[in-house]
């Protein structure tokens, strides 16, 4: 199975299991709750910037103060998201649908 075939099955298993995976999510919590707020701290103290960048878009949607209107690469008004190139600075943001935003961080992994 090649990674389109992977990526298919796993969305087609996935949408067609819906419950049974939340069932299962849900009992993993309960069980691991110690390590995941563990994992939670963790994250939060090693991705202070990255927190207060999406704190901030998000406040200032809800306040609309801004708004997401269209992918600024692909146009698309579907399944949009704020992307923010450099975390330390929360006001500069780019709009990008979830497709081209994906591409974007791959992009980004791939020049490192």
Same mark, same amino acid.
């Given at each position: 199975m090649n990674g389109a075939e992977r990526r298919e099955y796993n969305a087609r298993y996935q949408k067609e299991n819906k419950d049974?995976?939340? #069932?299962?999510? $849900?009992? @993993?919590?309960?069980? /691991? =709750?110690? !390590? +995941?707020? #563990?994992?939670? $701290?963790? @994250?939060?103290?090693? /991705? =202070?910037? !990255? +927190?207060?960048?999406?704190?901030?878009?998000?406040?200032?949607?809800?306040?609309?103060k801004i708004t997401k209107q269209k992918c600024s690469l692909c146009g698309s008004k579907e399944e949009l998201e704020f992307h923010h190139p450099d975390y330390k600075k929360p006001t500069k943001h780019k709009v990008l649908c979830k497709k081209c935003h994906v591409k974007t961080?791959?992009?980004?992994?791939?020049?490192?």
């Open positions: 049974k995976l939340r #069932e299962k999510k $849900k009992i @993993y919590k309960e069980q /691991n =709750k110690e !390590k +995941i707020n #563990e994992e939670s $701290k963790k @994250y939060r103290k090693n /991705n =202070k910037n !990255k +927190i207060k960048a999406r704190s901030y878009s998000g406040g200032m949607e809800r306040r609309g961080h791959n992009n980004l992994r791939a020049s490192k």
